[in-house]
C-alpha cells in the first residue's frame, strides 16, 4: 500500500487548497478513508473520512461547513477541499487507512494570520 499526498501549501487566512492522496494497492471505493493532520508539538487529530459503498463522509467539528472530502475511483484518488482556512488549521496533513495502518508522507498546510 503506497498514499501519496500532494497540494499543501502557504497560504493567507480566509483562503482554499485542494489536497490530494494518490492510492495504489488499496482501493478506495472498496474501503474507509481518511484525513488526518498534526500541528507543531500537538499530536494526531483525526479531519476527515469517507466510507466505501454509501459514500458517508463524516468531519471533525473543527472543520465542518469549511472542509469537504471527496475521491474520485476511476483515479483512486481521495481529496480534501479546505475553504475559510484559518491559522488554527496549520498541520501536515495525512491520509490514512482505518487505524492508522497505512499513511502517507504527509503535505504541509500553512495559514498565515
Known amino acids: 500500500v503506497q498514499l501519496v499526498e500532494s497540494g499543501g501549501g502557504l497560504v493567507q487566512t480566509g483562503g482554499s487548497l485542494r489536497l490530494s492522496c494518490a492510492a495504489s494497492g488499496y482501493d478506495i471505493d472498496d474501503h474507509a478513508i481518511h484525513w488526518v493532520r498534526q500541528a507543531p508539538g500537538k499530536g494526531l487529530e483525526w479531519v476527515s473520512a469517507?466510507?466505501?459503498?454509501?459514500?458517508?463522509?463524516y468531519y471533525a467539528d473543527s472543520v465542518k461547513g469549511r472542509f469537504t472530502i471527496s475521491r474520485d475511483n476511476a483515479k483512486n484518488t481521495l481529496y480534501l477541499q479546505m475553504n475559510s482556512l484559518k491559522p488554527e488549521d496549520t498541520a501536515q496533513y495525512y491520509c490514512?487507512?482505518?487505524?492508522?495502518?497505512?499513511w502517507g508522507q504527509g503535505t504541509q498546510v500553512t495559514v498565515s494570520s
Open positions: 490514512a487507512t482505518p487505524r492508522l495502518r497505512y
Open positions: 469517507i466510507y466505501s459503498y454509501t459514500s458517508n463522509t
